[in-house]
């Protein structure tokens, strides 16, 4: 069984900055490879905002590069998403996602329950 859990989510006016938290749990897992951000706004398909590797490489949708930031704290199965300069059109559920190798043999993509993000003065 494989968790992860986002937290950090909320209503911030324009030009202002949110940090989102993504953890991973469970006890079937052996390793954590690429994790991601997705957002889904109203009315639109999810789309991939970043992602990084386990080894610290990153990837950017052309709308977050210079304002949004992505690491990741292996120890802690952690992945956040630093997100400044916030637009109106940011407004989204954000999901977490992470590809992971299981014990068992295999990886499968795990996703977050979602944490809404609202951008308004």
């Known amino acids: 069984q494989v968790q992860l859990v986002e937290s950090g989510g909320g209503l911030v006016q324009p030009g202002g900055s949110l940090r989102l938290s993504c953890a991973a749990s469970?006890?079937?897992?052996?390793?954590?490879?690429?994790m991601a951000w997705y957002r889904q706004a109203p009315g639109k398909e999810r789309e991939l905002v970043t992602s990084i590797t386990r080894s610290g490489s990153t990837n950017y949708a052309d709308s977050a590069k210079g304002r949004f930031t992505i690491s990741r704290d292996n120890a802690k199965n952690t992945v956040f998403l630093q997100m400044n300069t916030l637009k109106p059109e940011d407004t989204a559920v954000y999901y977490c996602n992470a590809d992971i190798t299981l014990f068992s043999g295999g990886s499968r993509v795990y996703w977050g329950q979602g944490t809404q993000v609202t951008v308004s003065s």
């Open positions: 469970g006890s079937s897992f052996f390793s954590i490879n690429t």
